[in-house]
Each structure stands twice: as C-alpha cells, then as structure tokens.
C-alpha cells in the first residue's frame, strides 16, 4: 500500500502564490502518471494538472500559464508550484498516483484558500 502526505496549502491574497507537495512512502519511479484534482462544478473530481512518467505536462486551461506541475523522483514527491492564485482556485487538491501493476492512490487533500 502506497501512503501519499500532501502539503502546502493555506490561505493567500489574490495573486499570490503556494506550492504544493505530494510525497510519497515508495518510489515514484514506475508510475505511469502524477496528477493533482480538485472538485469541480458537480463536486466530482477534476484534472488540474498531469505529469507523465516521461515529464511530459498537462494543464486545464485555466490554470495555463499559472501553474506548473513538476516531480522529483531522488525525492519521490510531486508538486504543483501555483502562481498568480485567483478566488476561483479556491478549492481542497488531491494528488493522485497511477501506476500500471502498482495501482491508484490519493493524497488526503490539502485545502487552497484564495482571499483578500
């Protein structure tokens, strides 16, 4: 079983900026896929950001340009580096960890809050 901590979040003023990090108990190496989530409209979870196991990126649109989603196998840890924070990002992130033969895993949340 595969135990992901994420951390980072808080509050901050509009146009700010947080880093979020999603470490891992094993090794990231085999992972097929890293992402991070967060609910949407409907409450269902959504892809904010996905990073493939050749570190490829892809972002949602509206995080195009604002976001930049990275990983760091010596460290096994995601993160998601998110700039110029609006109110609408304000949401709980989830990261999430699919490898084939390994399985999918997700981090507890962490909560964005952005506000003046």
Same mark, same amino acid.
């Given at each position: 079983? #595969?135990?992901? #901590?994420?951390?980072?979040?808080g509050? +901050?003023?509009?146009?700010?900026?947080? $880093?979020?990090?999603?470490?891992?108990?094993t090794?990231?190496?085999n992972?097929?896929?890293?992402?991070?989530? $967060?609910p949407?409209?409907?409450?269902?979870?959504?892809l +904010?950001? =996905?990073?493939n196991?050749?570190? $490829?990126?892809?972002? #949602?649109?509206?995080? =195009?340009?604002?976001?930049?989603?990275?990983?760091?196998?010596?460290?096994?840890? =995601?993160?998601?580096?998110?700039?110029?924070?609006?109110?609408?990002?304000?949401? +709980?992130?989830?990261?999430?960890?699919?490898?084939l033969?390994?399985?999918?895993?997700w981090?507890?949340?962490?909560? #964005?809050? +952005?506000?003046?």
């Amino acid at each position: 079983q #595969v135990q992901l #901590v994420e951390s980072g979040g808080g509050l +901050v003023q509009p146009g700010g900026s947080l $880093r979020l990090s999603c470490a891992a108990s094993t090794s990231i190496f085999n992972f097929n896929r890293m992402g991070w989530y $967060r609910p949407g409209p409907g409450k269902e979870r959504e892809l +904010v950001a =996905l990073i493939n196991r050749d570190g $490829r990126p892809n972002y #949602v649109e509206s995080v =195009l340009g604002r976001f930049t989603i990275s990983r760091d196998n010596p460290k096994n840890t =995601l993160y998601l580096q998110m700039n110029s924070l609006k109110p609408e990002d304000t949401a +709980v992130y989830y990261c999430n960890f699919y490898g084939l033969g390994i399985g999918d895993y997700w981090g507890q949340g962490t909560q #964005v809050t +952005v506000s003046s």
